[in-house]
């Protein structure tokens, strides 16, 4: 056996080529840097005695980004995006109490609220020990984040807006139905509700609504977000934050002063095909952010579906801009 592998002359040509193909192979793993090999870690920890889902990558890195989801998804809606933050900063994406992977207490043991589900994610940044970040806020995520952000405008280095309100004007004819219910919590009002927002039809609207192509849109988004939905007692929980929904305009004046005051650094990005949140809402940011960086996309309510790649390059941009 000695012999035989030391006797360059006995080798075949075969071997010889997988001998060689071997050693690149081996080349390119030990250039695979911990950052580009690492993957997304799934993770569950209780707060507040409820169990939360997180999606985190990238925490080797000192900057922190924090995402926020919108309904009727969860963290699922990062999925690709995680990967493509991770290789230079530390990425967290929870789901909300009653949303994706995390607990689902019913609305009789859990207060289903805008207020409730800021003050458990502020608790949920807190153990995972994120004491400063970038949030990306959409749809819900918008003002849970918000309320964190004027409360403690110390801890946020950056706000990254996609098709997240703060501004009256962004309130269309798609939310009539739902300030109805605000003035009437009414079983007739919730009916109309239930009926036009919580079926699937309605779950893959929201996702091709808007888009240029629905065709590019995977039907795993609503498939995965309806059978959530579908859970007992979840349309009861969606309801619920539909009728919170109402305490967010209340608070506009308190998030455009505190963008006034506190200027932070902010990338927006916004599909302009929204019919929920429409361009309308996008652009009042302008009055008062004088450090904002502006992209109106060509997509739709779920704007990284279809422009991840793109909204990933803003990202990367905007935070190399801010360190």
Do not use: C
Request: net charge negative.
């Amino acid at each position: 056996m000695k012999t035989l592998f030391n006797n360059r002359t006995n080798r075949s040509p075969a071997s010889s080529y997988l001998v060689a193909a071997a050693s690149v192979l081996m080349l390119g793993l030990t250039s695979i840097s911990p950052a580009s090999a690492a993957q997304t870690l799934h993770k569950t920890i209780t707060v507040q005695d409820q169990q939360i889902f997180y999606r985190e990558a990238g925490v080797e890195h000192e900057k922190t980004i924090v995402l926020l989801h919108g309904f009727p998804t969860s963290s699922h809606m990062y999925r690709d995006l995680i990967p493509k933050l991770s290789e230079k900063y530390h990425v967290i994406a929870p789901d909300y109490p009653g949303f994706g992977n995390s607990s689902m207490p019913s609305v009789h043991e859990f207060e289903y609220s805008f207020d409730n589900l800021a003050e458990i994610t502020e608790a949920f940044l807190a153990k995972v020990g994120a004491e400063q970040y970038t949030m990306y806020l959409m749809d819900y995520g918008a003002p849970v984040g918000f309320r964190i952000a004027a409360a403690h405008p110390e801890r946020v280095q950056g706000l990254i807006i996609q098709n997240g309100n703060a501004y009256d004007e962004g309130l269309g004819d798609f939310w009539q139905p739902i300030k109805a219910y605000w003035q009437d919590k009414s079983a007739e009002n919730a009916a109309v509700l239930q009926d036009s927002l919580l079926h699937i039809g309605a779950t893959q609207w929201q996702y091709t609504n808007g888009t240029r192509n629905p065709e590019t849109i995977s039907p795993d988004n609503w498939i995965i977000d309806q059978a959530k939905l579908d859970r007992p007692g979840n349309k009861e929980i969606q309801l619920e934050l539909f009728y919170s929904y109402g305490t967010n305009p209340a608070l506009y004046p308190q998030w455009q002063a505190y963008f006034r005051e506190h200027q932070p650094a902010t990338l927006l990005v916004w599909g302009k095909g929204d019919y929920i949140f429409p361009e309308a809402g996008a652009h009042p940011y302008k009055r008062d952010l004088k450090n904002l960086e502006f992209h109106i996309l060509d997509t739709g309510h779920f704007a990284l579906e279809e422009e991840g790649d793109l909204i990933a390059e803003h990202i990367l941009n905007f935070m190399q801009s801010i360190d």
